[in-house]
């Protein structure tokens, strides 16, 4: 059974930091693109952040120059760290795996003023 865990979200004043964690259970993790999405309150769930097997990544124009996708395929996790944090970026973070579109249960940010 495949199954996606985020943690790592927070509340955090606009300019920090926080850094998500996926931990992927049962699947091969290494052969798989891994992305980020979320969604805000009363807003469609929109994409933030892909990273492929091969490491190449893709970011929303949104998040560019701030956020970061990685992988440790020891680990069977992918991670993302947001950086200069804006309130606009308060939503619920979720990871996803396209082959099969297999979600995990997401994990709140709340970036205040």
């Known amino acids: 059974q495949v199954q996606l865990v985020e943690s790592g979200g927070g509340l955090v004043q606009a300019g920090g930091s926080l850094r998500l964690s996926c931990v992927a259970s049962?699947?091969?993790?290494?052969?798989?693109?891994m992305d980020w999405y979320r969604q805000a309150p009363g807003k469609q769930r929109e994409f933030v952040a892909k990273?492929?097997?091969?490491?190449?990544?893709i970011y929303a124009d949104s998040v560019k120059g701030r956020f970061t996708v990685s992988r440790d395929n020891a680990k069977n996790t992918v991670y993302l760290q947001m950086n200069s944090l804006k309130p606009e970026d308060t939503a619920v973070y979720y990871c996803?795996?396209?082959?099969?579109?297999?979600w995990g249960q997401g994990t709140q940010v709340t970036v205040s003023s």
């Open positions: 049962g699947i091969i993790f290494s052969i798989n693109t």
């Open positions: 990273i492929t097997s091969g490491g190449n990544t």
């Open positions: 996803f795996r396209g082959i099969g579109g297999t």
